[in-house]
């Protein structure tokens, strides 16, 4: 099962740029790294997902080194709105089939001050 | 596009009495799961439906939970009996296929308290 490390919490301020690395030392070949966030009271919510380099949408980035064992997830000038739970996945394709299981941790508490 | 809807929101029940809940996932998606999310962890996998047949139950405690996909589309879950460690948010979740990779699509979720 390809786990994940990440920090239990960050504090920003409105109008930075926050970045939140997650480790995933175990990951394999075929999997790709997901991030989710999630707001009290909601399910979580599809952010971004990338198998190597950069990608980028309208939301947020993500940087992969070449060895893969970490991603940053890079959120640009943050609000108060973007507090919330962010979980870094990594696909886990159990038993050699294309079925997968994610495996969320505990995730990144996100706090935005003003 | 609707979205994946789940009820109730919240139930509050006694330990050893049973309780279920439904999912209605997004029209189309072949794919259905459900988690168990407890208070400051994140969500764990508890059954996984390709249609309606489960591919990936391997967490679900199978002495006291239950669960169909009616017709390849609803969903329910049962507890009976329910125990206090149940207490928890049951999350519903859809995609289209079944990879990794797909994006899953939450809803709001059920909170369940067992007291």
């Known amino acids: 099962l390809a786990k994940t490390t990440q920090p239990i919490s960050m504090d920003s301020y409105e109008g930075q740029e926050v970045n939140i690395t997650c480790s995933h030392n175990n990951i394999a070949t075929n999997d790709y790294i997901t991030w989710y966030q999630q707001f009290p009271s909601q399910g979580p919510r599809f952010i971004i997902q990338?198998?190597?380099t950069k990608v980028t949408n309208e939301v947020a980035s993500l940087f992969i080194p070449a060895d893969r064992k970490s991603s940053t997830l890079s959120l640009p000038r943050v609000s108060l709105s973007d507090t919330a739970v962010y979980y870094c996945?990594?696909?886990?394709?159990?038993?050699?089939?294309?079925?997968?299981?994610?495996?969320f941790g505990r995730g990144t508490q996100l706090t935005v001050w003003p | 596009e609707a979205g994946v809807a789940q009820s109730p929101r919240y139930k509050i029940i006694e330990k050893r009495q049973s309780v279920a809940f439904w999912c209605n996932p997004i029209?189309?998606?072949?794919?259905l799961y459900w988690y168990q999310q407890i208070l400051g962890q994140g969500p764990k996998l508890l059954i996984q439906?390709?249609?309606?047949?489960?591919?990936?139950d391997s967490q679900l405690p199978k002495d006291r939970f239950s669960a169909e996909r009616l017709k390849g589309v609803d969903s329910t879950l049962k507890i009976q009996p329910a125990k206090l460690e149940d207490s928890a948010v049951y999350l519903c979740?859809?995609?289209?296929?079944?990879?990794?990779?797909?994006?899953?699509?939450f809803g709001p979720g059920t909170r369940l308290t067992v007291l």
């Open positions: 996945l990594v696909g886990d394709r159990a038993r050699g089939s294309t079925l997968g299981r994610l495996y």
């Open positions: 990338g198998y190597k």
């Open positions: 979740a859809s995609s289209p296929i079944s990879g990794s990779t797909d994006t899953q699509y």
């Open positions: 029209s189309g998606h072949a794919t």
């Open positions: 439906f390709q249609n309606n047949g489960v591919v990936d």
